[in-house]
């Protein structure tokens, strides 16, 4: 199994999922697409991963990439039907390449919060086995109004409708952040797009309270995305049968 990850920040990575990679002997390439690095012909893959990043959807005008990117994540879902996992930026941006709509949420959902599986949610196969309702880490001003018809809702929260969704049959993204790790709080808030958006959601000198739950809750954390990662194994085995 080869794996393309589309990165848009170099502290915004597959995070915990590296480590459940290695382990299992994957190797992916990583193209950071903010630093400039072309997307390389994706015939060779059997599954991509889009992360997070400051950046916006909308923002074209700014970062010119973002067209090549969104047609990229159409091309491998909608035209190659192969496997795909988007988180926050990611999530939105498969969105936006299927169809669907992305504006700014009402106010940042940053901090750690509950999201709810949708009756939908609890028969799909890249959550099965995660709670109904599961408390993950949030980091987010925008956020996914609307989806095409071939999608579907899996998770939602009070604060934005569509935390989680399926386009068609293994492509899936997820608003919220399953791949933290230990240091992933103090490398976001050193980012001035994030600080601002923490400060807003949580107050001044957030951070440190932010870290203490975050890695309170770690090993949670960690323990749903070992599952959800098994599942996108899974997934990857059977997506050509």
């Excluded at 992916?28 to 997307?39: F, Q």
Aim: with cysteine; glycine share 8%; proline share 5%.
């Amino acid at each position: 199994m080869k794996i393309i990850v589309l990165q848009h920040l170099d502290v915004e990575h597959p995070g915990i999922f590296r480590s459940f990679m290695q382990g299992d002997g994957l190797t992916w390439d990583t193209v950071e697409v903010d630093a400039g690095e072309a997307i390389p012909d994706l015939a060779p893959y059997d599954l991509m991963m889009v992360m997070g990043g400051p950046q916006d959807v909308w923002q074209e005008d700014v970062y010119p990439w973002l067209v090549a990117e969104k047609a990229a994540i159409r091309r491998f879902v909608v035209d190659m039907g192969r496997p795909y996992l988007g988180i926050c930026l990611g999530h939105q941006l498969l969105a936006c390449a299927v169809g669907g709509e992305v504006a700014p949420g009402v106010s940042p959902e940053v901090g750690v919060l509950d999201v709810t599986k949708t009756e939908a949610g609890k028969r799909d196969e890249l959550l099965a086995g995660v709670g109904e309702t599961k408390t993950v880490l949030q980091w987010h001003g925008a956020e996914v109004k609307s989806l095409p018809r071939d999608a579907a809702v899996l998770a939602s929260s009070p604060a934005c409708a569509i935390q989680a969704f399926r386009f068609g049959r293994h492509a899936w993204g997820l608003q919220f952040h399953v791949e933290a790790t230990s240091t992933t709080v103090d490398d976001w808030a050193a980012i001035p797009e994030y600080a601002k958006a923490l400060e807003k959601a949580l107050g001044t000198r957030a951070v440190e309270g932010l870290r203490e739950e975050v890695a309170r809750l770690m090993p949670s954390f960690n323990a749903q995305a070992r599952i959800i990662y098994d599942n996108l194994k899974r997934v990857m085995a059977t997506a050509d049968s």
